[in-house]
């Protein structure tokens, strides 16, 4: 049994697609990130970076103890290789191509979260939270948002997928293109994003991840306090 310490952001619903792909028994324990959960010593032992997801494997492959993961990228990859799904365990894999070799894969998970995920997250923020309209911030990071649909739109010109067939690069990146509306993004400006887009949106296990957060979206909050939570965090904030 995998717990899963969850929210509804973007690398949240990273593991549940995965999760739910894969057919792997899961709990969700909700951390709500705009109440500060995030601080509760309990989860910080699991994270110590105060972020969402992390999650405790009770079964690892080993037959050990328990094993807690932080950071999305980490939490794809420890679970790709735990179920031996979604990744291929050759570096040039012609034994398996229909999976994609490891490295074509783990570049562009990598590329997605040290170039995607931050990129399109300060965007976001700078578009809809930041309480002054700075426009040179909203520029930077619309701009460099749509540099980064460039490269993923050039990628998939000659593929279905990300890396081959589909993987854990494709679950990394789809969840940041979801708000491309608010990321100031028109997929009509980029078709190959845009079809393999629409491919995953309709694959059942993406549908089955964004339905249980739905579960979440609609708690009451502080909406100040939620902004000071999540926005003004320094030195001092980590317990």
């Not at 792909?21 to 110590?48: H, R």
């Not at 998970?109 to 990129?119: D, E, V």
């Amino acid at each position: 049994m995998i717990d899963l310490y969850y929210w509804t952001t973007p690398n949240g619903h990273k593991i549940t697609i995965f999760l739910e792909e894969v057919g792997l028994p899961y709990k969700i324990i909700p951390i709500n990130i705009g109440a500060g959960d995030q601080f509760q010593p309990e989860f910080l032992k699991i994270s110590p970076n105060n972020r969402i997801p992390a999650i405790v494997d009770h079964e690892p492959a080993d037959g050990g103890e328990a094993i807690s993961v932080f950071e999305s990228g980490a939490i794809l990859l420890y679970l790709a290789e735990k179920t031996g799904k979604l990744i291929s365990p050759n570096l040039r894999d012609g034994l398996r191509p229909a999976i994609g070799d490891r490295t074509e894969v783990l570049q562009w998970l990598f590329w997605q979260m040290a170039g995607l995920g931050p990129m399109a997250g300060q965007n976001h923020h700078f578009n809809r939270y930041a309480p002054e309209k700075i426009e040179y911030a909203i520029n930077r990071y619309v701009n460099e948002t749509a540099r980064l649909y460039a490269v993923l739109n050039k990628r998939l010109a000659d593929r279905e997928f990300v890396a081959g067939d589909y993987s854990i690069a494709d679950i990394a990146a789809y969840p940041w293109i979801v708000p491309h509306e608010s990321q100031s993004q028109n997929l009509d400006d980029f078709p190959n994003l845009k079809r393999w887009f629409e491919a995953i949106k309709t694959r059942p296990a993406v549908i089955r991840a964004y339905e249980k957060a739905e579960a979440f979206k609609n708690q009451a909050l502080d909406l100040e306090k939620s902004r000071n939570l999540l926005f003004n965090q320094s030195a001092n904030t980590v317990v």
